[in-house]
């Protein structure tokens, strides 16, 4: 009896595809490494730690490492929902379809189209933050018109391996994952053990951040040091039907990349800090760009230039690992018929057995955007200021989904379960997230309406183009695929196990 209870247990990967509405279209070759990296590569601690370090020591000093491990600790508990949603729905599209099921058509919807927009934006601000380590590490000026196409080379190179199949997928998002391992731990490590210039009691000293007034306002303002790292784990799922046992395996991937990810930044951040020759500049905001100087003078020059070799294939990786995200997800929303477009986007090549009209669409779209930054260079701040907003606000979309469905007796059939515990950590992880969607959403204090609300802003904007195209163009009534049967598909997968377990004892 012990095994019939085990939800999912006897389902072949198609079966259980089959269950859910859909057939096999794509080669299951990702491992759970494979799938790891992918999540891993996307979440980008480098690349997290790297774009927000002076921010972070400018506005909270080197307590706003904390931060770290608070986002960690709640972003954890989210890809516990996550982790029981995606083992009973292994669908592609992971953030759509999971709404979708858990709640309805429109519904799922608005969750898209903010999470769609934030993905293609946060393509367009990781290729162009790279841009700039690859100018370094070939010794070019960086111009507006280099930074343009070095950032469309980015583009580009990715979008080649992802048009190539789900293999190429794998082995270059496997050494997109040794890469930052190397990057963010191995240098983190020689950084606090060998080029160590502070006490680690340093973590607790405010350094006078907070200038007349009490320290709470800048340890809160100092939040994004944390809220920008700790998403990406979300995309293990979003390639769910090329993974092989998905509902066991997306799970683990998403939490090793929240426990790799958590160490990797703690060990980076602190690196930066113990070893930085003069804290204090960069505290007080004079050294708005402290990492090169830091590893020049704790390396050495050809130290400094290999880091930058890390650094770019850490960058190209994570671009890779976001443009298959977004493809993926633009093909679940696309086979429901609930984009424009949809016939088109939704074709997979029956070579590579990949989404190659979504892809064409995730790399030309933050391309056009990189041009338009190209004309102005003052975009780029506003355009991805709304990005991490809208990630938050799509992924506490599904973690109100999946408690309302928990209200109404929805109990996860996956093979994957919280068990009695699923309740408590989906509504702790509720409360997290509207905590900090209220700190990246609180306007700034610089005076200026457009810079103190542009997080707002952009994400308005979205919010409303999305309102108004669901209801002029209604495409949830278009769409028949099916939707809010979270109770239904949990009983039906039991019957199924339990009538496959009867067939096989006998």
Same mark, same amino acid.
């Given at each position: 009896?012990?095994?019939?209870?085990?939800?999912?247990?006897?389902?072949?990967?198609?079966?259980?595809?089959?269950?859910?509405?859909?057939?096999?279209?794509?080669?299951?070759?990702?491992?759970?490494?494979?799938?790891?990296?992918?999540?891993?590569?996307?979440?980008?601690?480098?690349?997290?730690?790297?774009?927000?370090? %002076?921010?972070?020591?400018?506005?909270?000093?080197?307590?706003?490492?904390?931060?770290?491990?608070?986002?960690?600790?709640?972003?954890?508990?989210?890809?516990?929902?996550?982790?029981?949603?995606?083992?009973?729905?292994?669908?592609?599209?992971?953030?759509?379809?999971?709404?979708?099921?858990?709640?309805?058509?429109?519904?799922?919807?608005?969750?898209?189209?903010?999470?769609?927009?934030?993905?293609?934006?946060?393509?367009?601000?990781?290729?162009?933050?790279?841009?700039?380590?690859?100018?370094?590490?070939?010794?070019?000026?960086?111009?507006?018109?280099?930074?343009?196409?070095?950032?469309?080379?980015?583009?580009?190179?990715?979008?080649?391996?992802?048009?190539?199949?789900?293999?190429?997928?794998?082995?270059?998002?496997?050494?997109?994952?040794?890469?930052?391992?190397?990057?963010?731990?191995?240098?983190?490590?020689?950084?606090?053990v060998f080029q160590r210039k502070q006490d680690f009691g340093i973590f607790f000293d405010s350094m006078g951040v907070e200038g007349d007034g009490g320290y709470g306002a800048a340890f809160l303002g100092a939040a994004l040091a944390?809220?920008?790292?700790?998403?990406?784990?979300?995309?293990?799922?979003?390639?769910?039907?090329?993974?092989?046992?998905?509902?066991?395996?997306?799970? =683990? %991937?998403?939490?090793?990349?929240?426990?790799?990810?958590?160490?990797?930044?703690?060990?980076?951040?602190a690196g930066y800090v113990l070893a930085a020759p003069d804290l204090g500049s960069i505290v007080a905001g004079e050294d708005a760009d402290p990492i090169p100087g830091i590893l020049e003078a704790s390396l050495g020059v050809v130290?400094?230039?290999?880091?930058?070799?890390?650094?770019?294939?850490?960058?190209?990786?994570?671009?890779?690992?976001?443009?298959?995200?977004?493809?993926?997800?633009?093909?679940?929303?696309?086979?429901?018929?609930?984009?424009?477009?949809?016939?088109?986007?939704?074709?997979?090549?029956? =070579?590579?057995?990949?989404?190659?009209?979504?892809?064409?669409?995730?790399?030309?779209?933050?391309?056009?955007?990189?041009?338009?930054?190209?004309?102005?260079?003052?975009?780029?701040?506003?355009?991805?200021?709304?990005?991490?907003?809208?990630?938050?606000?799509?992924?506490?979309?599904?973690?109100?989904?999946?408690?309302?469905?928990?209200?109404?007796?929805?109990?996860?059939?996956?093979?994957?379960?919280?068990?009695?515990?699923?309740?408590?950590?989906?509504?702790?992880?509720?409360?997290?997230?509207?905590?900090?969607?209220?700190?990246?959403?609180?306007?700034?204090?610089?005076?200026?309406?457009?810079?103190?609300?542009?997080?707002?802003?952009?994400?308005?904007?979205?919010?409303?183009?999305?309102?108004?195209?669901?209801?002029?163009?209604?495409?949830?009534? =278009?769409?028949?695929?099916?939707?809010?049967?979270?109770?239904?598909?949990?009983?039906?997968?039991?019957?199924?196990?339990?009538?496959?377990?009867?067939?096989?004892?006998?």
């Open positions: 009896m012990s095994e019939d209870r085990r939800p999912a247990a006897s389902l072949s990967d198609g079966e259980h595809l089959s269950v859910l509405g859909y057939e096999d279209s794509f080669n299951r070759s990702m491992s759970l490494w494979a799938n790891f990296a992918l999540g891993f590569t996307y979440l980008s601690p480098l690349v997290g730690v790297y774009s927000l370090f %002076a921010v972070a020591l400018s506005i909270g000093g080197p307590p706003s490492i904390w931060w770290i491990v608070i986002v960690a600790t709640g972003q954890l508990l989210v890809s516990l929902v996550f982790g029981e949603v995606v083992s009973q729905y292994p669908i592609h599209g992971g953030i759509y379809p999971w709404a979708r099921r858990l709640w309805g058509r429109r519904y799922a919807w608005m969750a898209a189209w903010v999470y769609i927009w934030a993905m293609i934006v946060t393509i367009t601000a990781v290729a162009e933050y790279g841009s700039g380590f690859a100018a370094s590490l070939f010794g070019l000026e960086i111009t507006n018109e280099t930074t343009l196409w070095i950032t469309l080379a980015f583009l580009a190179i990715a979008f080649a391996i992802n048009f190539s199949g789900t293999k190429w997928l794998a082995r270059v998002a496997r050494i997109g994952l040794a890469a930052e391992l190397v990057g963010v731990i191995a240098v983190g490590l020689y950084l606090l944390g809220l920008f790292l700790f998403y990406g784990f979300e995309a293990c799922g979003d390639v769910a039907e090329e993974v092989e046992n998905p509902a066991r395996r997306i799970p =683990k %991937a998403m939490m090793m990349t929240i426990f790799v990810g958590g160490i990797s930044a703690l060990l980076a951040f130290g400094a230039k290999v880091f930058l070799v890390i650094a770019v294939t850490a960058f190209l990786s994570c671009v890779l690992s976001l443009q298959a995200a977004a493809s993926r997800l633009l093909f679940s929303f696309a086979r429901d018929g609930m984009i424009p477009g949809h016939r088109w986007l939704a074709r997979v090549s029956p =070579k590579s057995k990949v989404p190659t009209n979504a892809l064409i669409v995730a790399c030309t779209v933050p391309a056009l955007i990189c041009v338009l930054i190209w004309l102005n260079n003052d975009l780029l701040v506003p355009i991805t200021a709304f990005a991490v907003l809208g990630i938050y606000v799509a992924f506490q979309m599904v973690v109100l989904a999946s408690l309302r469905q928990r209200i109404k007796g929805w109990k996860p059939a996956g093979p994957f379960s919280l068990g009695r515990w699923g309740f408590a950590i989906n509504a702790v992880a509720l409360a997290y997230g509207i905590f900090a969607m209220v700190l990246l959403a609180t306007p700034g204090t610089s005076g200026d309406v457009f810079t103190d609300f542009v997080v707002l802003i952009g994400l308005g904007v979205v919010a409303v183009t999305g309102l108004l195209y669901l209801f002029i163009a209604r495409p949830d009534r =278009k769409s028949d695929a099916p939707s809010g049967d979270a109770i239904a598909v949990a009983d039906e997968i039991r019957l199924r196990t339990g009538a496959t377990r009867v067939v096989d004892r006998v």
